[in-house]
């Protein structure tokens, strides 16, 4: 089976293309490797899995519409797995134009090249972000997200919207995935953790937004990824008992579906903060800040759908998952 990946030198695209690759898939991977933050760490992420016998990349933008059209044809993907995108809610206020470009002009090149060569599945990343102004929780997919705080956040809502369409009028599988505060390994520097480590082994000051009473449902990257594999394999389905009278938002009468990607267990930031501290053996200074503007002070997912369709269940905690991620750190930055 050939499956096309897009950030593919990203934390999770490039986890996943390891665990594909291990399994005997061909992997046919796409990333611009733009400067958002450190090229260098895309680098070490891809030479995991730069040189496998069926592994393939290419340095290109999916905005590019010609070469995703080209690809497309040249490959004929079986599966697509969408994960490239402007990511980061504080930097869409800053350059809101680098999130319209990626993530919705993008993202329509990728359905039409699904259309074009009648992709068997779509999956791609959407966001906990959706969840904007929602305060019931744990958060549900079967509940409406029609109340971003983030231009980052409309665009994943717009994602789910645009594949609703391409599922309904051409009967594309797709199934969009919230991930929820994915952690780990060679994760994005401009996440809390890598920029907590690095403050807290330098001796700087660390700032503490909300006070330090955001909750977040921490997610493992090797929890993340067992899950994109159950629903990679399962192509969505039309759901018969779908009502327009009542609609489902996680479902449709097109082979459609959303799920939430997620620990089921929210941590406050103090206690994940906390763990670092235990790991490198140092007190961070903190500064205690307002929440910032596009935060939500707490995440929750609810993930029964991903339980009873996958038998999904996430087996990382936040103290296992900072003691591993606190190893590959010392060991990456060689830091004694």
Same mark, same amino acid.
Request: proline fraction near 5%; glycine fraction near 6%; hydrophobic fraction near 35%.
């Given at each position: 089976?050939?499956?096309?990946?897009?950030?593919?030198?990203?934390? /999770?695209?490039?986890?996943?293309?390891?665990?594909?690759?291990? $399994? &005997?898939?061909?992997?046919?991977? /796409?990333?611009?490797?733009? =400067?958002?933050?450190?090229?260098?760490?895309?680098?070490?992420?891809?030479?995991?899995?730069?040189?496998?016998?069926?592994?393939?990349?290419? $340095?290109?933008?999916?905005?590019?519409?010609?070469?995703?059209?080209?690809?497309?044809?040249?490959?004929?993907? =079986?599966?697509?797995?969408?994960?490239?995108?402007?990511?980061?809610?504080?930097?869409? /206020?800053?350059?809101?134009?680098?999130?319209?470009?990626?993530?919705?002009? %993008?993202?329509?090149?990728?359905?039409?090249?699904?259309?074009?060569?009648?992709?068997?599945?779509?999956?791609?990343?959407?966001?906990?972000?959706?969840?904007?102004?929602?305060?019931?929780?744990?958060?549900?997919?079967?509940?409406?997200?029609?109340?971003?705080?983030?231009?980052?956040?409309?665009?994943?809502?717009?994602?789910?919207?645009?594949?609703?369409?391409?599922?309904?009028?051409?009967?594309?599988?797709?199934?969009?995935?919230?991930?929820?505060?994915?952690?780990?390994?060679?994760?994005?520097?401009?996440?809390?953790?890598?920029?907590?480590?690095?403050?807290?082994?330098?001796?700087?000051?660390?700032?503490?937004?909300?006070?330090?009473?955001? $909750?977040?449902?921490?997610?493992?990257?090797?929890?993340?990824?067992?899950?994109?594999?159950?629903?990679?394999?399962?192509?969505?389905?039309?759901?018969?008992?779908?009502?327009?009278?009542?609609?489902?938002?996680?479902?449709?009468?097109?082979?459609?579906?959303?799920?939430?990607? &997620?620990?089921?267990?929210?941590?406050?930031?103090?206690?994940?903060?906390?763990?670092?501290?235990?790991?490198? %053996?140092?007190?961070?200074?903190?500064?205690?800040?307002?929440?910032?503007?596009?935060?939500?002070? =707490?995440?929750?997912?609810?993930?029964?759908?991903?339980?009873?369709?996958?038998?999904?269940?996430?087996?990382?905690?936040?103290?296992?998952?900072?003691?591993?991620?606190?190893?590959?750190?010392? =060991?990456?930055?060689?830091?004694?």
């Amino acid at each position: 089976m050939k499956i096309l990946i897009t950030g593919s030198a990203g934390f /999770i695209g490039s986890a996943l293309s390891i665990k594909l690759l291990e $399994r &005997g898939n061909k992997v046919i991977g /796409i990333d611009n490797h733009n =400067d958002y933050y450190d090229p260098s760490l895309k680098e070490a992420r891809l030479n995991r899995h730069l040189n496998h016998k069926n592994y393939f990349h290419f $340095r290109k933008n999916i905005e590019d519409r010609k070469f995703i059209t080209e690809i497309f044809r040249d490959e004929m993907p =079986d599966i697509v797995v969408n994960l490239a995108a402007q990511a980061g809610v504080r930097y869409s /206020i800053e350059n809101p134009y680098a999130y319209i470009d990626t993530n919705l002009v %993008g993202f329509g090149n990728i359905l039409e090249g699904c259309r074009e060569t009648k992709v068997k599945h779509l999956v791609y990343a959407s966001s906990s972000s959706t969840y904007g102004l929602n305060t019931k929780q744990p958060f549900s997919v079967h509940d409406s997200v029609n109340h971003p705080v983030s231009l980052y956040a409309a665009t994943k809502k717009a994602n789910e919207l645009m594949a609703h369409t391409y599922s309904h009028l051409y009967d594309i599988p797709t199934t969009g995935l919230r991930f929820f505060t994915v952690y780990g390994p060679y994760d994005r520097p401009d996440m809390a953790l890598q920029k907590f480590t690095k403050l807290i082994c330098s001796g700087e000051k660390i700032q503490v937004f909300n006070y330090g009473k955001h $909750r977040r449902d921490f997610t493992y990257i090797d929890d993340t990824v067992k899950g994109i594999l159950k629903v990679i394999d399962k192509p969505a389905e039309k759901n018969d008992k779908w009502s327009g009278h009542n609609p489902d938002p996680a479902s449709s009468s097109a082979p459609y579906k959303v799920y939430n990607i &997620g620990n089921n267990k929210p941590v406050e930031l103090l206690e994940y903060i906390s763990e670092l501290e235990k790991n490198f %053996g140092i007190i961070a200074e903190k500064e205690f800040l307002p929440i910032q503007p596009g935060d939500v002070p =707490d995440t929750f997912a609810e993930i029964n759908d991903l339980i009873s369709d996958f038998d999904y269940r996430p087996e990382i905690d936040v103290k296992e998952g900072i003691k591993n991620f606190s190893e590959w750190y010392k =060991d990456f930055y060689r830091i004694n």
